[in-house]
C-alpha cells in the first residue's frame, strides 16, 4: 500500500510515521508514504499557495495552479495514476466501509488543504474522492490524512499481529456492535472485582457473557448502530 500525501506542511507527518506499528509497516515493505510538498510547485516570487478570495471575504483559498501541478508532478512519477482523495469536511463523512474501499486502491494520493478553502476549479480539473473525517472543524487536512493512513494499513495484511485482527474489531464485516468490557490484572482493585465468569475458565459461558455485554453497551451507547441492522 503506496501513500502520496500532498500538504503545505509534511512536517507534521515525521513523527507520525515513525511510531511503531507504522514504522514496522514501512520497515517490512508493506506500506510506504511520501511527502510531497505543495509548496515546491509554486512559480510567483513569494512561492504563494494561497491568495485572497475573489468577491471578498475573510480567509485565504488555496491556489489553483501549485495544487494542480503538485498532483500531476505526482501521478506522472508512476504508469498507472493514483486514486487521489481530497480532505475536506464537504466530503463523504468517513466512516469503516469507506476505509475498506479506499483500501483497494494500491497508491493513494492524500492532498490536505489549509485556509479556508481550495479554489474550485482544483476540483473540476482534478476530479478527487472528497472526504470528511466528521462533522467538526479542523484547520486542515493533515490530521484528516493521518485518519486515513491508519484506518486504512490496518487492513494491509500482516501490518497487524496476529493476536490483533482487524477481522474482530467493531465496525469490521458486517458486525456494528461496540467491543465488550475488557479486564487485565489484578482481580480486584479498589474494591471493583472482575466479574467472576472471565476468571472461570468456561469459554463458552465467557462467549455467551461478552456477546450480551457488547450489545448492552452498543444499546446504551450507540442504538443508531443497532437500528442499522
Ligand atoms: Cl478532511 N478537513 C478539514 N479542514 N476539516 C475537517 C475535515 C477535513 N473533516 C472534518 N473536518
Redesign the pocket.
Known sequence: MRFDVLTLFPDIFRGYLEQSLLKRAIEAGRVEVRLNNIRDWTHSKHNNVDDRPFGGGPGMVMKVDPVVECVEAVQSAHTEPGHLVM???Q?RRLDQAAVEGLAQHQRLLLL??RYEGFDERIRLILRPEE???????????EV?AMVIIETVIRLVPGVLGDEDSSASDSFSGSRRWLEWAQYTRPREYRGHQVPAVLLGGNHQAIQQWREENSRERTCQRRRDLLDQE
Do not use: E, Q, R
Open positions: 480532505l475536506t469536511p466530503g490536505c488543504g472526504i470528511s473525517i466528521g462533522d467538526y472543524v479542523l484547520n486542515g487536512g484528516a
